[in-house]
């Protein structure tokens, strides 16, 4: 079992960034791909990046130059790094995990999930 706890969310304005953390706990983090997905209200939950076990990575057209997804696997933690932030990213964020070598963009595809943080990007 794996739990995961997102921290770093917040108000900020458009064009600025924030950091967001996944901790995580359990011995086998290492081989976890992990994610990051958000939802918008009233909008479907929809991914933003992933990095693999390995580390490869993959990145949603709509953040591709501008968020990075990285992980240190020494803390157990995963990070999505936010630039040039728009109002159309304000949404609750969500790191998942699963238990596989490869990324995947699909939410059904990850056995463990945090509670989100809220990001507002204002105008």
């Known amino acids: 079992q794996v739990q995961l706890a997102e921290s770093g969310g917040g108000p900020v304005q458009a064009g600025g960034s924030l950091r967001l953390s996944c901790a995580a706990s359990?011995?086998?983090?290492?081989?976890?791909?992990m994610g990051w997905f958000r939802q918008a209200p009233g909008k479907e939950r929809e991914s933003v990046a992933a990095?693999?076990?390995?580390?490869?990575?993959y990145y949603s057209d709509s953040v591709k130059g501008r968020f990075t997804i990285s992980r240190d696997n020494a803390k157990n933690t995963v990070y999505l790094q936010m630039n040039s932030l728009k109002p159309e990213d304000t949404a609750v964020y969500y790191c998942a995990g699963r238990t596989s070598y490869s990324w995947s963009r699909y939410s059904d595809d990850y056995d463990y999930w945090g509670q989100g943080t809220q990001v507002t990007v204002s105008a």
């Open positions: 990095v693999s076990w390995i580390g490869s990575t």
């Open positions: 359990g011995r086998t983090f290492s081989r976890y791909t």
